[in-house]
Each structure stands twice: as C-alpha cells, then as structure tokens.
C-alpha cells in the first residue's frame, strides 16, 4: 500500500515528454516521498488481512502470502528511494516511473488475490470484511494515484479484477450485495478522489505560476533599484569628469556639518580653477580641453582621502570639501594639488599641454553656511588669480 498513498500526482501527458517540466517533477518527487513514507500504514493493512486470513488458510500460507507482500514493499521503497535521486535525469525518470507502475500492479493483484484466496473456503463475512479492506486500501490510494493513469488502472486493476473473476458474488446473493455495494462505494472514492486530484494539480500549477510571477517581479524590482540608483548617481554626478555637481555637493555639506557638529572636527573648502584654460581650448579645441579636466580630476583625487569630496563647480572650476585633521591640512592639501597638477604636462596629439591652477582656501566657521564658505573660497582663488595664478590663497 505503500507505493499506492506514495504514487504522486503525476500526469501522463508530461511525463511522456523529454522536457523538465516543473509540474512533472513536483508530481515524481512527491510520488518518492510518499511511498517512502507510507510504509507504516502499508504494514498495518497487511496485519490486518493476515488476521482475518489466520482462521481460514495454513499458517504457512498466511505468512507465505505476508512476506511476498513485505517483499514487493521493500522493492517498492527501494524503486521510491532511487527515484529521488534520478529527478534531473528525464530518461531514468520515465524508467522510475514505469517500474514503480510495475510494482503498483503487482502489490494490487497480491491483495485481490488474497480476497479471492479468502473466498474459497466458502465463508462470507472473513471475505465481506477481507472485500472492504480493500475498498479502505482503495481509499487511501486513489488520492495519490489519479494523476498516473498507468499506476491508477494498474493497481486498481489488481485489486478488483481476481475478485471479479471469482464468481463468488453469482453464487452468494447476500455476499453479492454487500461486495456490489463495497465496490460502488469505491468507484465513488474514485471519482471523487479524480475531482480532489484536478484540483490538486491546477493548485500546484497556480503556486508555480505564483512563483514565477513573484521571481518576475523580484527581478523587475531589483532593475529597478538598480536603474534608480544609477539615475541617482548619474543625477548627482557630472557627465564629463564624474564628479559630483553642484546640487549633490550641497546634500554632502549637510551631512558632513552635522558630523562635524557631533564628532567636532575640521570642515574646510578648496576652489581649485583652471588657470588660462579658455586659451587651452581656444589653441588645442574642446577635446583637448576636456582631456585636460580629465586629467586635473584624476590628480587631484590623488591627493584626497576617502572622506574628503571633490564637486565640478563651473566650468574649470572645482569645489573640494575637506573633513578631518587640523587646520593647517587644509593649506598642504591645496600645496600638494597645486605641485601634483603642475608637475606634469598633458600629452595631446603628441604635444605638451601645460596645466597650472590656482587654489583659493576657507575653514568652516562656526555658524556659518554653505553658501557663505563658497563664498569666501572664490573669493581666496580670485586673490591667487590676480597675484599671478599657479597658487595657494586663503
């Protein structure tokens, strides 16, 4: 009985195909659990029939009968058990589920047989009562089985075809009635398990629906986070050098101030500006004037550190956000900038481009806003500016 409750919902049509159909290996894997699990009621039904079979048949019969039932069980097992580890392999699922078709057929033609066994001795109610055990076997089988047709007609087929043949039903008319009406009532558990199993499978094709569409969208939202943050950070940055702009570097200040307040440390700004840079364009074109920011950003941001933020103000103007160290920092980041940007000419189109810059500097007061410290750092680089550019002023 065992392989009958464990016979899972698997339909006919999918598992002819090659394909790893999802609602396929659901159905075979429920199909392995099921009969390996169900070996405890399996052994109950046949204890109950060996029982009503004692004080009809030789013992020796009897337990001949029991251990070709346990047998048949435990190759049945066996076929569950190796089933479960062929589910990614679809040839040996189909051979899985043939066998355990084979073994279905088997078990259901011992039990019809043991009733027909029960019969020969003449007597009614060990046979009426041997009939319904079968019906309860029947019962708890159909469930499982439906969804096979191979393991439904199969075991079905063994379990009423002997009693059937028997004929014992033609010459008992009370026996008859009690076995029609045992049999009718199975035919219902039939339908009615039928219905239960439809049922199950489009439940099961629902959850896989569900999961698919839950997936979907677990994918679409994690697009879009990740298309919302790229929007954030295209937003924030400047297209040409990746910077942050002007708008994002006011958001940074906020936070850096409230730092700053909490952990009472140092908030300075620089003004780093081109020096000459119209004449770059003017003499070389826009591309070598874009190479040339470039290549001042990649300089500068060798000489910051993680916390310190660096934002394309204007045009070839630059606004750093120093947080952090002392005061005097402040002026040997702008020292260092200046030395590391004028160190090395550009190389463009196999020509030399001279690159100098003037840095203006300003400390964060306290009270003061972001507007006011911008302020005061322009005014700092039009001061080096107008004392001669390629320089550091407060």
């Known amino acids: 009985m065992s392989s009958t409750a464990g016979h899972g919902r698997i339909n006919k049509a999918s598992a002819a195909g090659p394909a790893l159909d999802p609602l396929l290996l659901e159905l075979t894997r429920r199909l392995a659990d099921r009969v390996l699990l169900s070996n405890f009621s399996s052994?109950?039904?046949?204890?109950?029939?060996?029982?009503?079979?004692?004080?009809?048949?030789?013992?020796?019969?009897?337990?001949?009968?029991?251990?070709?039932?346990l047998l048949l069980e435990v190759g049945n097992s066996?076929?569950?058990?190796?089933?479960?580890?062929?589910?990614?392999?679809?040839?040996?699922?189909?051979?899985?589920?043939?066998?355990?078709?084979?073994?279905?057929?088997?078990l259901g033609s011992c039990w019809g047989v043991?009733?027909?066994?029960?019969?020969?001795?003449?007597?009614?109610?060990?046979?009426?009562?041997?009939?319904?055990?079968?019906?309860?076997?029947?019962?708890?089988?159909?469930?499982?089985?439906?969804?096979?047709?191979?393991?439904?007609?199969?075991?079905?087929?063994?379990?009423?075809?002997?009693?059937?043949?028997?004929?014992?039903?033609?010459?008992?008319?009370?026996?008859?009635?009690?076995?029609?009406?045992?049999?009718?009532?199975?035919?219902?558990?039939?339908l009615y398990g039928l219905g239960a199993n439809r049922a199950i499978?489009?439940?099961?094709?629902?959850?896989?629906?569900?999961?698919?569409?839950?997936?979907?969208?677990?994918?679409?939202?994690?697009?879009?986070?990740?298309?919302?943050?790229?929007?954030?950070?295209?937003?924030?940055?400047?297209?040409?050098?990746?910077?942050?702009?002007?708008?994002?570097?006011?958001?940074?200040?906020?936070?850096?101030?409230?730092?700053?307040?909490s952990e009472d440390v140092f908030l300075g700004a620089l003004m780093i500006d081109v020096d000459h840079f119209k004449a770059i364009n003017d003499r070389y074109g826009h591309a070598a004037g874009d190479q040339a920011l470039l290549t001042l950003v990649a300089r500068i941001k060798e000489q910051l550190r993680a916390a310190d933020l660096l934002a394309r103000w204007g045009g070839e103007e630059f606004l750093c956000l120093v947080f952090g160290g002392e005061g005097e920092h402040l002026p040997r980041v702008a020292e260092r900038i200046r030395a590391a940007v004028g160190m090395l000419p550009l190389k463009f189109e196999g020509e030399d481009?001279?690159?100098?810059?003037?840095?203006?500097?300003?400390?964060?007061?306290?009270?003061?806003d972001f507007e006011a410290l911008v302020r005061r750092a322009d005014a700092a680089v039009y001061r080096a500016k107008k004392g001669g550019r390629n320089r550091v002023c407060r």
């Open 43 to 69: 052994v109950l039904g046949y204890g109950l029939q060996a029982y009503l079979a004692l004080g009809l048949l030789p013992r020796t019969q009897v337990w001949g009968w029991l251990g070709l039932m």
């Open 201 to 261: 499978r489009r439940e099961i094709k629902a959850r896989f629906a569900m999961q698919a569409l839950t997936e979907e969208l677990i994918g679409k939202n994690r697009d879009l986070t990740q298309a919302y943050r790229l929007i954030e950070e295209q937003a924030a940055q400047d297209p040409l050098t990746h910077c942050l702009n002007r708008r994002a570097l006011r958001q940074r200040f906020q936070q850096l101030q409230e730092r700053r307040r």
């Open 114 to 190: 043991s009733a027909l066994a029960l019969a020969l001795p003449g007597e009614i109610l060990p046979y009426v009562l041997n009939v319904f055990v079968l019906v309860v076997v029947g019962a708890f089988s159909i469930h499982n089985l439906c969804l096979y047709l191979p393991a439904l007609a199969g075991f079905n087929l063994g379990l009423l075809l002997p009693v059937a043949l028997s004929g014992f039903w033609q010459a008992q008319l009370h026996a008859g009635l009690v076995i029609t009406a045992a049999l009718f009532s199975y035919l219902v558990v039939l």
């Open 353 to 368: 481009i001279r690159i100098t810059v003037s840095i203006g500097l300003a400390s964060l007061a306290e009270g003061e």
């Open 78 to 106: 066996l076929v569950a058990w190796w089933g479960r580890s062929v589910l990614r392999h679809p040839e040996r699922k189909r051979r899985y589920l043939r066998l355990q078709s084979l073994g279905l057929l088997l």
